[in-house]
Every structure is written in C-alpha cells, then in structure tokens.
C-alpha cells in the first residue's frame, strides 16, 4: 500500500486543491523542497513557481502556480498558503509574456525605488508563471 499525506493549496480567493498525495515538491527560497509522508513539521516561505504534487496511482504530477506564500508541514497534513495559487491548466501563457514585458521595460525605466521593487516583483511572478506553463507542456508531450 502506497503511504500519502493530506495537502491542501488554498489563495485568497479559493481552494485551488486538497486531497492525498505521494509526494509534493515546493519552491522553497532556498531550492526545491520536497515533502513525503510524516515529513518533519516544517514552517517556511515559498517562492514564485510552480509546486508539483504526485498522487497515488498516477504517473503524472498536478502542477500548480504560486506567487509565493507559506508552506506548512506536518508528519500527515502540508498546507499551502499564497496570495495567488493557479493550475497550470489554466494559466494564460500570452498574459504572462505580456506581463513579463511589461515588468522588463518598467525596469529599464525605473525612476523610484519603489516601482523598481514592483517591477521586480511583477518580473519574477510573470517567469515563474511562463516556467510552469512549459514544465506542463514538458509533462504532457
């Protein structure tokens, strides 16, 4: 019998997924970070990407956005909290490049501290928005 673990990925707005998993893999600040059952409890920030969550009996992994939040981790439950949470399925590939160029000449533009950091922020969420759109096509092909 296969050992899995409650995960949960809720936004602001909606639970984006809950259910049992093998394994998950976060983008931990530091790298990845993968998760298996009776993990060690565990509170830490993530990162802009994509987290990938293995359930039993399935070859594929569900990938799932984030722009960055909180992952919890308990021997049996992990959840995740982020301001935005979105299944790569529905991820929009031309308002992510849009969104990238934007953030990059607002960058080449930058007159105040404040919209540089924005701006940043913007770029980092656009490419990791595009990174898992691709890792999906990867998967899927």
Request: proline share 4%.
């Given at each position: ?23 998950a893999v976060f983008p931990g ?78 960058l080449a533009n930058r007159q ?30």
């Amino acid at each position: 019998m296969v050992m899995t673990v409650h995960c949960d990925v809720v936004s602001a707005e909606e639970s984006i997924f809950s259910g049992q998993v093998e394994m998950a893999v976060f983008p931990g600040e530091a790298g990845e970070l993968g998760v298996l059952p009776r993990h060690t409890p565990l509170l830490t920030r993530i990162k802009p990407g994509t987290i990938r969550l293995k359930m039993a009996n399935q070859s594929d992994f569900e990938l799932v956005y984030v722009s960055g939040g909180m992952l919890e981790v308990q021997p049996d439950m992990i959840t995740v909290l982020a301001d935005t949470a979105i299944r790569a399925n529905d991820l929009d590939e031309a308002k992510a490049l849009e969104a990238k160029k934007r953030a990059e000449e607002a960058l080449a533009n930058r007159q105040a501290q404040m919209d540089y950091a924005q701006a940043e922020a913007e770029l980092a969420q656009a490419i990791a928005q595009l990174r898992a759109i691709q890792r999906l096509r990867k998967h899927t092909h």
